[in-house]
């Protein structure tokens, strides 16, 4: 999976003959890396900078695995819930975000792995200090 390679097509474009749409550049994400990372590079590049929280590579691999939605709105509530773990001094932590689950080394600032929707249903969280909902 560490080859997964992000791969663009051509559109198919019906409707009348000899309209022509003029075609953006998608491929500005990898030009900055020689067209080489990986979308899990992507993604833990784009998470780096986007959230004070850092995820493990298990972590980027869950949230690209089961197609978790990470808006930004949704990083600033899960920074927000690591701040709220920290003032408890909880460590290994679940924060509940929408219909995403983070369980998260608080102290450590890290995403250890993530679940969301229909992943979560069935589950027992064990070995966490508290939970988070945020």
Do not use: C, W
């Amino acid at each position: 999976m560490d080859d997964m390679r992000l791969k663009f097509y051509n559109p198919v474009v019906t409707g009348a003959p000899g309209v022509s749409i003029p075609r953006t550049n998608v491929h500005s994400t990898t030009a900055d890396s020689g067209g080489n990372a990986s979308f899990q590079e992507i993604l833990q590049k784009d998470l780096e900078e986007t959230s004070e929280v850092s995820f493990s590579k298990h972590a980027v691999k869950r949230v690209m695995d089961h197609n978790l939605s990470l808006s930004q709105d949704s990083l600033a509530r899960l920074n927000e819930g690591v701040k709220l773990a920290n003032e408890k001094n909880l460590d290994d932590t679940l924060i509940l975000v929408d219909q995403n689950a983070f369980l998260v080394s608080a102290k450590n600032n890290t995403v250890i792995t993530a679940f969301g929707g229909s992943d979560m249903k069935g589950n027992v969280f064990t070995n966490i200090d508290g939970t988070v909902v945020v």
